[in-house]
């Protein structure tokens, strides 16, 4: 094969890069520093982040305020699970 590169992968980093600017434009400097660190620790949480904004820009939006995008922030959190554990389990137990 050639050195050249796939067509396909030149056409996804234009894609990334035209996602890259269109957040730019949305967001202030502050919210882009959330979404950085929601990227670093949930990927899939910022992909959905990322498909509002998306979405929000296709509608002609302007720019968001903080208000505003804490309330994207809100409704992409999940609901923390709690294990809680009513009796001890046999099934660790090793002196039986």
Same mark, same amino acid.
């Given at each position: 094969?050639?050195?050249?590169?796939?067509?396909?992968?030149?056409?996804?980093?234009?894609?990334?890069?035209?996602?890259?600017?269109?957040?730019?434009?949305?967001?202030?400097?502050?919210?882009?520093?959330?979404?950085?660190?929601?990227?670093?620790?949930? !990927?899939?949480?910022?992909?959905?982040?990322?498909?509002?904004?998306?979405?929000? #820009?296709?509608? $002609? @939006?302007?720019? =968001? %305020?903080?208000?505003?995008?804490? !309330?994207?922030?809100?409704?992409?959190?999940?609901?923390?699970?709690?294990?809680? #554990?009513?009796? $001890? @389990?046999?099934? =660790? %137990?090793?002196?039986?």
């Amino acid at each position: 094969m050639s050195n050249q590169e796939d067509p396909n992968t030149e056409n996804k980093k234009n894609v990334g890069d035209q996602i890259d600017v269109i957040i730019n434009y949305l967001l202030s400097k502050p919210s882009l520093e959330r979404l950085a660190n929601i990227k670093i620790v949930d !990927l899939e949480r910022y992909y959905k982040i990322e498909a509002i904004l998306l979405n929000l #820009y296709q509608q $002609r @939006s302007e720019p =968001l %305020d903080e208000a505003k995008f804490l !309330l994207i922030l809100q409704s992409t959190e999940q609901k923390q699970k709690r294990l809680i #554990y009513s009796r $001890r @389990s046999g099934i =660790l %137990d090793l002196d039986d």
